[in-house]
């Protein structure tokens, strides 16, 4: 049966067509993709609202009305917990939410499940930090800065990060372990994006971890996240 969204302002903006499923709001960035690769996963049905930038449609009280922090991505699921529709906000909540809700992408041991939530920590609070710096740093506004300083610190640290999960890699298939699964979705689009929309891989010598190029194949390899990574698609011209 079809859920009333109309308490949610964000669908005023971006009316729901089917209100039964879940309704994600992204861009094909490295946090948006976690989403919907996520959900291609999972196979939980889902309809997917291009968040426009260049319209600033993350500033719109829509948006902000679902995220205050007016970044991508967020969802509405209507079936959220008891039945009740859920908003959520943040990519590494909204994964730890559909892995709870779908009986995957995390272990079923307890201990194991613990340590592939540590992995996924370990992306939220430095991977995808640390890797958007070395990009403003080396490809936006930042790389016109006569003092390399700030690029070289995030450089070192990107590159401090890349050789832990080399290592990790080294000794699992996945970066958790032997299990595919959440850490995986979270960190591999940051990796990719680093090395190529950054073209930054000389910088951090990516040439040299063969064993996150291993797992950074084995990522793309997969249908679902070739089909996630590009969600939302572009406009038509």
Excluded: C
């Excluded at 540590?118 to 939220?124: E, T, V």
């Excluded at 610190?153 to 970066?175: C, F, M, P, S, T």
């Amino acid at each position: 049966m079809p859920q009333d969204l109309s308490a949610f302002p964000i669908t005023r903006k971006w009316p729901a067509q089917h209100p039964d499923r879940l309704q994600l709001y992204s861009l094909p960035t490295p946090n948006g993709v976690k989403v919907s690769i996520a959900l291609e996963e999972t196979g939980l049905p889902y309809e997917v609202h291009r968040v426009d930038f260049d319209k600033h449609d993350q500033l719109s009280p829509e948006f902000l009305s679902l995220n205050p922090n007016n970044k991508i991505p967020a969802i509405l699921d209507p079936e959220g917990p008891g039945g009740r529709p859920l908003a959520l906000f943040e990519s590494g909540a909204i994964l730890l939410y559909l892995a709870e809700k779908t009986g995957k992408l995390l272990p079923r041991d307890p201990a194991e499940r613990w340590r592939a939530v540590q992995w996924l920590m370990f992306q939220m609070g430095g991977v995808g930090p640390m890797f958007g710096q070395v990009g403003f740093f080396h490809k936006f506004a930042g790389k016109a800065f006569e003092d390399k300083r700030p690029r070289d610190r995030y450089v070192a640290e990107a590159k401090r990060l890349l050789a832990v999960v080399d290592g990790q890699l080294a000794r699992n298939a996945w970066i958790a372990g032997e299990e595919y699964g959440v850490a995986d979705i979270a960190t591999f689009p940051w990796i990719r994006n680093l090395v190529g929309f950054y073209g930054a891989g000389d910088l951090v010598e990516f040439a040299g971890l063969k064993n996150v190029q291993r797992g950074l194949d084995a990522f793309l390899a997969r249908p679902a996240v070739q089909r996630g990574l590009a969600i939302p698609a572009a406009p038509k011209p």
